[in-house]
């Protein structure tokens, strides 16, 4: 299941280890990823807690195994990724000495759900939970110390449960679970296509989504909501009314239909009447005004006027004297 970075693959080890680290991995990203994940079991045996289990020591003896307490009806130990994951495959490290043969894993089933297992109930047609797996081995064969189950699910927990009380138990009932270590390989549902590298990363992000797990949403300016996936910019343009690389800018209020080419923001669809310019940032010749709202006198040599304060550019068309070429001379 290892797999290269520059090969995306259906799945990776999804990394279970907060502090001892199974990775080699050392982004700031990836450590916070890893330490989402939980993991509890019915009941601990003292100094076999949950963890155990993903510490990353693969030794099935007990002491590196995660170990339920005996005298309950039923034990179960559980993964939270956090959030739901599309999965792949669950591997698990069962105790297994010399003179200890995993005969209490007899009967387990492999469970995932959207619900914790302390909620969901055992498996029952309205359950939340999907069974990927179920032992059947019976006394005395015992199942494999290391099985690899195909779970091809999507689901935030995964856990493993039995009910069996295995008759090799003597001195104490009930049954137990001795879970020495658990892979779990998938991608994030994030992740366009199944694909992801050894580290988690996405191969491709769906729509709207960028980053290496894809976790960051595109800018809503970005043209059908599309950026690229390594820095977020919007690789296929803006929204209508936005321009630049991340579409920050705002284009002219002055271009007809709020519409600009997101290059550069010039006015592609033409001005708003009375305004010209590539940014429809002047008035028309004949027009004057914060807003171009008003009209150059008709006096004006081509009713053309200065553009702030409407005095004729050209001079007047007749005798007046004034800059506006409102009043006549008296001679
Ligand atoms: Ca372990």
Redesign the pocket.
């Known amino acids: 299941m290892t797999n290269d970075k520059g090969k995306a693959v259906p799945s990776f080890l999804i990394q279970n280890s907060c502090c001892l680290g199974k990775g080699v991995l050392g982004d700031g990203l990836f450590v916070w990823w890893k330490r989402g994940i939980q993991v509890s079991q019915c009941s601990d045996r003292e100094g076999l807690p949950a963890t155990?289990?993903?510490?990353?020591?693969?030794?099935q003896n007990y002491q590196?195994?995660?170990h339920t307490a005996p005298y309950q009806s039923k034990a179960w130990f559980q993964v939270d990724l956090r959030t739901p994951y599309r999965l792949n495959s669950v591997k698990i490290?069962y105790r297994n000495e010399t003179n200890w043969r995993p005969y209490r894993f007899r009967q387990f089933y492999l469970d995932v759900s959207n619900t914790s297992a302390a909620l969901s109930a055992t498996l029952t047609p309205q359950s939340s939970r999907v069974r990927c797996y179920k032992d059947n081995t019976t006394y005395p064969a015992t199942p494999p110390s290391v099985i690899d189950i195909p779970c091809r699910q999507t689901a935030q927990y995964v856990i493993i449960e039995t009910t069996y009380n295995a008759s090799e138990n003597t001195e104490e009932t009930g049954p137990m679970l001795e879970?020495?270590?658990i892979d779990i390989y998938g991608c994030h549902t994030r992740c366009f296509g199944d694909t992801c590298y050894s580290n988690g990363e996405c191969d491709t992000c769906g729509g709207g989504h960028w980053g290496q797990r894809c976790q960051y949403s595109c800018s809503s300016r970005c043209y059908i909501g599309s950026c690229d996936k390594h820095n977020g910019t919007c690789n296929r343009g803006c929204q209508r009314g936005f321009w630049g690389n991340n579409c920050t800018k705002n284009c002219s209020g002055h271009c007809l239909n709020d519409i600009c080419d997101y290059d550069n923001g010039t006015c592609i669809g033409g001005c708003k009447t009375y305004f010209t310019g590539t940014m429809c940032q002047n008035c028309l010749p004949t027009r004057y005004g914060g807003d171009c709202e008003m009209s150059c006198s008709t006096n004006c040599l081509n009713e053309t006027c200065h553009a702030d304060n409407g005095t004729c550019t050209f001079g007047c068309d007749g005798n007046q004297v004034d800059a506006k070429c409102l009043q006549c001379n008296d001679n």
């Open positions: 155990k289990a993903v510490d990353g020591n693969y030794s590196a195994c995660a490290f879970i020495c270590e």
